[in-house]
C-alpha cells in the first residue's frame, strides 16, 4: 500500500465523507440499526449531518482530518474539542473504508486526533461513544487503551437508538 496522506477536511469534501461515513455504517450496524435506515436514508442522513458539523461547529474547535491513498479517501476522523466539561474532547467520528480496515489508517487517524487534542488543548482527555454491540470498534479502541466508564443507550440518528458505551483515555501529556 502506498503513503498514507492526511489532510484536513472542508465544506467541499462533505459528500465524500458522508458517503465513507454511510458506507462504513451498512458494513458494520447492519442488523443493529434498522435495514429500512441503511439501506435508503442513511446517505442523505450522514450528508446532512456533515453539512451542519462544519456550518455549526467553528473550525478552531474541531478537527476533521481525512486519510487518502493515492488520492482515494480511506477513511476520516472527526474531534469536537469542547465537547463535555466532564470528558473532555470527543472522538465523534473514526471511520474507515472496509477494504482499508487492518492496513493502520485507523491507527493513524487516532493517533492524530490524540496529538491534535494534545497540541490545541494539553491536559485534556479524550472520550467517546461506541455501539456496544459493534465488536470490531471495540477491540480497535480498546487495542489503543480506552477505558469503558458508562453504558447508556442513546440516539445514533434520527429516531434510533442503542446501548452505547463511552470510552475514556487521560490526557496524552
Not at 458494520?28 to 441503511?38: E, I, K, P, Q, V
Amino acid at each position: 500500500m502506498s503513503a498514507i496522506a492526511l489532510t484536513d477536511a472542508s465544506p467541499r469534501d462533505v459528500e465524500a465523507i458522508a458517503s465513507l461515513h454511510a458506507q462504513s455504517w451498512r458494513n458494520a450496524y447492519r442488523g443493529m440499526l434498522a435495514d429500512d435506515y441503511l439501506d435508503r436514508h442513511v446517505e442523505a442522513d450522514r450528508l446532512e449531518f456533515w453539512r451542519a458539523r462544519f456550518a455549526n461547529v467553528p473550525a478552531d474547535r474541531r478537527l476533521v482530518l481525512q486519510a487518502s491513498v493515492d488520492g482515494k479517501l480511506m477513511g476520516f476522523v472527526c474531534v469536537l474539542l469542547d465537547a463535555d466539561v466532564q470528558w473532555g474532547a470527543r472522538l465523534d467520528n473514526l471511520h474507515v473504508s472496509p477494504e482499508s480496515k487492518g492496513t493502520g489508517i485507523g491507527y493513524t487517524l487516532f493517533q492524530a486526533a490524540r496529538e491534535w487534542i494534545a497540541n490545541v488543548s494539553p491536559g485534556t482527555a479524550m472520550y467517546l461513544w461506541c455501539v456496544e454491540r459493534n465488536h470490531g470498534a471495540r477491540r480497535f479502541y480498546e487495542r489503543q487503551g480506552g477505558k469503558i466508564v458508562e453504558t447508556a443507550t442513546r440516539p445514533v440518528a434520527q429516531e434510533l437508538a442503542v446501548p452505547e458505551l463511552r470510552y475514556c483515555w487521560p490526557p496524552l501529556r
